[in-house]
């Protein structure tokens, strides 16, 4: 004979009450502490202002114009790659060129010489004049492109280097025996010049 019992016990409703401190608790565990999935980004890097399809090929000059370059930090080396050997003696090595020789001593062309190193513009054609030297010669540089310093190369005739001022290429030297309005005449090898006609 068997005995069959069926108990029943009494249910107890309860009620939770959620507080904003136990609200707080439930976002933070699921939100930070749960794993999530692992997802995968793609995206492309562009250039400011340029699309997919031109940004591989920007114009070389472009790509100078946002390169800042540190010419003091340049080695010889690197000097070498980038000028002619003339233009590394006259430039770099402080070296003369001989009288008559050079590209510019007696050129008409209007336009603006530019520093063979660097490019920065350093004299108008307007300011060239005849000296009679073999020398391209100048009566006024543009702005505050050219600097000068004592040169004791020669110790029984000191004069006055001209340096490009950005690059402190060797330009030539400067004297007093030029014409009006600054007497000056800046004495330029050929070879640390490049002229850009107008």
Not at 16 to 34: A, E
Not at 88 to 100: H, L, M, N, S, V
Not at 174 to 182: A, C, R, S
Request: proline letters at 7%.
């Amino acid at each position: 004979m068997a005995l069959s019992h069926s108990l029943s016990l009494p249910t107890r409703t309860t009620t939770t009450y959620i507080t904003p401190k136990t609200q707080f608790h439930f976002l933070f565990k699921t939100k930070f502490l749960v794993p999530k999935k692992p997802r995968t980004l793609s995206f492309s890097l562009h250039a400011m202002g340029a699309s997919s399809s031109s940004s591989s090929q920007k114009p070389d000059n472009l790509q100078e114009a946002g390169r800042r370059v540190d010419y003091a930090s340049l080695s010889d080396g690197e000097w070498k790659k980038r000028l002619t050997e003339e233009q590394f003696y006259i430039t770099r090595q402080k070296g003369t060129e001989r009288a008559f020789t050079g590209e510019y001593w007696n050129t008409k062309t209007p336009g603006t010489y530019h520093c063979i190193c660097c490019d920065t513009p350093l004299f108008e054609s307007s300011t060239k004049f005849d000296s009679g030297t073999g020398w391209p010669s100048y009566y006024q540089p543009l702005g505050t492109n050219v600097k000068s310093k004592l040169d004791l190369s020669i110790i029984f005739m000191p004069r006055q280097e001209v340096l490009c001022a950005v690059c402190d290429a060797h330009l030539g030297h400067i004297f007093d025996d030029g014409p009006p309005p600054t007497g000056k005449r800046y004495c330029i090898n050929s070879a640390a010049l490049k002229l850009k006609p107008k």
